[in-house]
Each structure stands twice: as structure tokens, then as C-alpha cells.
């Protein structure tokens, strides 16, 4: 959700002249780092681009292995395609759609440099337990957490459990710059290198080149990339992110609320959310009992034809046709069942009563057609 306060921050950088990659951002970047609670963030264009920049300062690059849930947006794999990488996909846990860890210590191979846990829709994923098995394997762990600022693992933010965690602002994410992405961590080190990367590899940063008063030459240290954000758009970050705490706040008391109506309901199945989890709930998943009495793709047009949009449940990368012909070496029976079984319902901060209502109203009425056609 944006509003005036956006609108005019964006409208001040304009009028600033200072367009891209600028003051803004490293404001925006040090608000992000504080949240967090860590000692860098690094902005760039979007999470896909954060994955691969993460990879690349890794170490990450062709005939290296990267494991995975396919059970995930197809960014997480793309990511690992474009650093020349080859994704592996490993299983779920059923209960939280987050890559097991059993699942993935079983895929690690001497090909294999890193594991990718995704923080599903929101939920994290059992930092420690893959912290563990990383050392014990001499891999490293990078949180994808697109879809996870503002959750806590065992009461602390996301953002500095692991090497590093990527964050996605585009639009259907808690807090949005109209896109963008955000890569925090504790190795100054890896800060250092991200920078470099995402502007070419020029040597000399923009604000400190316009800022000198002597000339200044830049060189290009390595082979970079255009990954910037600009200002405008740190700018609206930087707004977003004063109202976070209250968006996670009222995810949570909306997701609740769904939850307590759902609770012991004949076929759907509300999330389940660990004790080591605190979701921020961007988005609420329920599943499908084996007995529904109705198929996903029904109850979703079910929902359609009374005007409220859902959403299928998580994809599986490894069933689109972008990774067709792919080998598929690990069981993901749990991905697959969970894939199409689960539907994701509507859940917004600025939904009202009435709208919970509608929903929940709606659902009950699928239950009781379904019942009488028994």
C-alpha cells in the first residue's frame, strides 16, 4: 500500500536532479540495515538479481550445484541458471512448503556450493537446522527471503541468519518500490563486492566521483553489471518502510483471523506456523484436504464467479516448460501434493471485515452446495 507520503518523497527526488544510485539509496540502504539488524544492505533492481549477485560473490559460477525447493517462484531457479549454476531441487516440509533440510543435506553432492531455503510466502524456514548442516558440509546458506521482510526467526528479523538474505520490493511483496531488491549481511567483504558488481564494476561510486572536488577517475575493476535502484524509487522505500512494523501487525491479526474461522473445518486446512516462526503472512495458503470434496482449480472459479480473486498455491519450477527435459533426480512428492492442493486467499492490510466476511461467507457456501450434492 503507498500514499501521499510516496507520492511526495518521489516528487522531492525529482526536483532534486539526483536520479539513480545516489544519496537516496544509501539512505534507504542504512534504514534497511538497521531494521534488520545488520551491518549492510545493498540495494539493486530486483530479488532475481540479488539472488545471482549473492551466488556470484560465493563463488558460485558453471558445473557448481545450487539446492533448492522447486516449490518456489521460478526467479529462485532463473537465478541459479544465470549465474551458470545448475539448481537441484530438493522436497518440502508438507506443513510449511519450506525446503526440508533432510531433503536437502540428501541432494549435497561434491559439485554442491550452496543451499537456497526459501522463507515461503512469508513463513521462515529453520535457519539453524540448514546453518548446521552448511558448516557441517562446507556449503553456504542464502536465504531467499523474497517474500519475508518483517518476519522473525526465533524473535529476531530476517536478514542476518545466514551469508546473506535477498528481499523482493515488487509490488505484491509487504513493502514495494514498484520493483527493486535488497541483499543484507554481516561480511563487509561480500557489501563490498555487491556494490561494485551491480554498477559495472566501477571503481569509484557515483556520489563520491560527483562529490570531489578534484578530478576523479573511475576504472573498472572486473566484469559488472547494471543492477542499480534509483533514488525515486529508494525514496518510496525508505516511506515504506516507517509503516512496516504496522502492515506485518495487521497481516498477522488478519491471518488470524482467518485461521480461528478455519479452524476444524471439514476440508480446508489453515498454515501452520512453527514455534521458531513468526510469519509477516504475505500471503495466506490453505490446503485442501485429500477429501474435498471439490478440486483446487474449481474452488478457485467457485471464488471467481462471486468476484473474490485467488491464487494457486506455490508453483513448481520443475513443471514448467522453461525446465523441461531437465533431470529430476530427487523425490518431490511433497511438492507436488502441496502444489496442488493448496489455494491462496485473499489477504491485504487495507481488507475490511466486510471483505474477510465475503470471503469466509463464500467458502461456507462451497461446504454447504458440495454437501447437498452428496
Not at 35 to 61: I, P, W
Not at 195 to 200: E, F, I, S
Request: charged share 20%; hydrophobic share 40%.
Amino acid at each position: 500500500m503507498t500514499g501521499e507520503e510516496e507520492a511526495l518523497a518521489a516528487a522531492e527526488v525529482v526536483r532534486s536532479g539526483w536520479l539513480t544510485q545516489g544519496p537516496k539509496v544509501a539512505e534507504f540502504e542504512r534504514a534497511v540495515a538497521g531494521y534488520c539488524g545488520t551491518e549492510h544492505a545493498v540495494a539493486v533492481a530486483n530479488c532475481t538479481v540479488a539472488l545471482q549477485l549473492s551466488m556470484v560473490v560465493l563463488g558460485v559460477g558453471p558445473g557448481d550445484e545450487v539446492i533448492c525447493p522447486s516449490m518456489s517462484f521460478i526467479a529462485t531457479a532463473n537465478a541459479i541458471v544465470h549465474t551458470g549454476a545448475t539448481p537441484v531441487f530438493a522436497d518440502v516440509d508438507p506443513g510449511t512448503y519450506n525446503l526440508d533440510p533432510e531433503a536437502a543435506e540428501a541432494a549435497i553432492t561434491s559439485r554442491t556450493k550452496v543451499i537456497m531455503p526459501v522463507h515461503q510466502i512469508g513463513m521462515p524456514a529453520d535457519l539453524d537446522r540448514f546453518n548446521e548442516i552448511g558448516k557441517k558440509h562446507g556449503v553456504k546458506i542464502l536465504e531467499d527471503a523474497a517474500c519475508a521482510i518483517g518476519s522473525r526467526y526465533k524473535g529476531h528479523i530476517i536478514g542476518g541468519h545466514s551469508e546473506m538474505a535477498c528481499f523482493s520490493l515488487h509490488p505484491r511483496k509487504i513493502i514495494t518500490t514498484g520493483d527493486g531488491g535488497l541483499i543484507t549481511t554481516n561480511n563487509a567483504a561480500y557489501a563490498d563486492r555487491l556494490r561494485l558488481l551491480r554498477q559495472h564494476g566501477m571503481s569509484i561510486p557515483d556520489t563520491v566521483r560527483h562529490g570531489a572536488r578534484k578530478v576523479m577517475l573511475e576504472s573498472y575493476t572486473e566484469v559488472g553489471y547494471n543492477y542499480r535502484l534509483t533514488d525515486v524509487q529508494a525514496a518510496i522505500g525508505i516511506e515504506q518502510l516507517k509503516r512496516l512494523d504496522w502492515i506485518v501487525e495487521r497481516r498477522r491479526a488478519i491471518a488470524a483471523r482467518y485461521t480461528a474461522a478455519l479452524s476444524g473445518h471439514a476440508w480446508l486446512i489453515p498454515p501452520f506456523e512453527p514455534e521458531y516462526a513468526t510469519s509477516n503472512f504475505q500471503s495466506y495458503a490453505v490446503q485442501l484436504a485429500d477429501d474435498a470434496p471439490i478440486s483446487r482449480n474449481d474452488l478457485m472459479q467457485w471464488m471467481l464467479d462471486q468476484d473474490i480473486a485467488t491464487r494457486r498455491g506455490v508453483m513448481l519450477s520443475h513443471l514448467e516448460p522453461a525446465f523441461a527435459g531437465r533431470p529430476v533426480p530427487n523425490d518431490l512428492s511433497n511438492s507436488e501434493a502441496a502444489s496442488a492442493k493448496s489455494i491462496i486467499l485473499p489477504l491485504y492490510p487495507q481488507m475490511t471485515e466486510h471483505d474477510l466476511g465475503k470471503v469466509l461467507s463464500t467458502l461456507n457456501a462451497v461446504t454447504r452446495s458440495r454437501e447437498a450434492a452428496r
